[in-house]
């Protein structure tokens, strides 16, 4: 079974952090993942998730989106997709045998009509490093080339990775909690005026709702060590303490 990476969009990544979901779609990624194939997830040049494949539901606008089921997520420790590889991959539609970045290209082909023809060789890059001629990546941002940039572009579809470096990447994300694994507590506080208990809590879950851990802070703390209260805002550590506020 063939092995990919896919990323996703910045302003979907901060809302995909906030939650605990069981699957994530991106958008008309259907296709060239076949169902039970692993995929890294990729945000932020970041990889943030071991995830696999499902069968698409058909609820995107088009019916074409990839379904992923998290694996492992790393979403606050994640790994670096530098010398993340990927093969059979060309820019810009570009066929070579060998590598077709924005202003390089392989065999004699120019990609994108700049730059020079390396004559048998792959163009050197960083991030990402591509063969072959299949289409995948989009042009430029799709490959990160000498002096930086993203390993792989936004929406530009799941790219086929090579094995040894999936594992590595994939072993990096460490193992989902099991045994021993700490207990939390988590509260959420609003000041509500209403004329009954019941409607104090109709208006508490409208409020969550409504406001989500976008506006309300969540409050969390090891079980049994209230003291060791954080208060989390946009998934981030967040302090809720005017007087210190003032001080600083």
């Given at each position: ?53 499902t069968k698409t539901d ?117 193992a989902e909690p099991g ?70």
């Amino acid at each position: 079974m063939a092995v990919w990476a896919v990323t996703i969009p910045a302003e979907q990544w901060a809302t995909e952090r906030l939650f605990h979901n069981e699957t994530v779609t991106v958008a008309g990624a259907v296709g060239r993942v076949a169902p039970d194939e692993q995929v890294l997830l990729v945000a932020d040049d970041h990889v943030v998730a071991l995830t696999r494949a499902t069968k698409t539901d058909g609820a995107g606008v088009h019916g074409d989106d990839l379904v992923l089921t998290y694996v492992r997520r790393a979403f606050d420790d994640p790994v670096p997709a530098d010398g993340l590889t990927a093969s059979g991959v060309a820019a810009s539609g570009v066929a070579a045998s060998g590598v077709a970045a924005s202003g390089v290209a392989a065999s004699g082909v120019a990609a994108s009509g700049r730059g020079p023809v390396l004559d048998g060789e792959p163009a050197p890059v960083t991030g990402l490093t591509a063969t072959g001629g299949e289409p995948g990546l989009a042009d430029g941002s799709a490959l990160a080339a000498a002096g930086g940039g993203p390993v792989l572009a936004a929406g530009g579809g799941p790219v086929e990775v090579e094995p040894q470096v999936f594992r590595r990447l994939a072993a990096a994300l460490g193992a989902e909690p099991g045994p021993g694994t700490p207990t939390w507590l988590v509260s959420l506080a609003l000041p509500i005026e209403a004329a009954t208990p019941a409607d104090a809590v109709r208006q508490f879950w409208t409020h969550v709702v409504e406001l989500g851990p976008r506006e309300l802070p969540a409050y969390v703390w090891p079980s049994g060590d209230e003291l060791a209260m954080q208060a989390f805002v946009l998934g981030e550590e967040a302090n809720q303490d005017p007087e210190e506020d003032d001080e600083d």
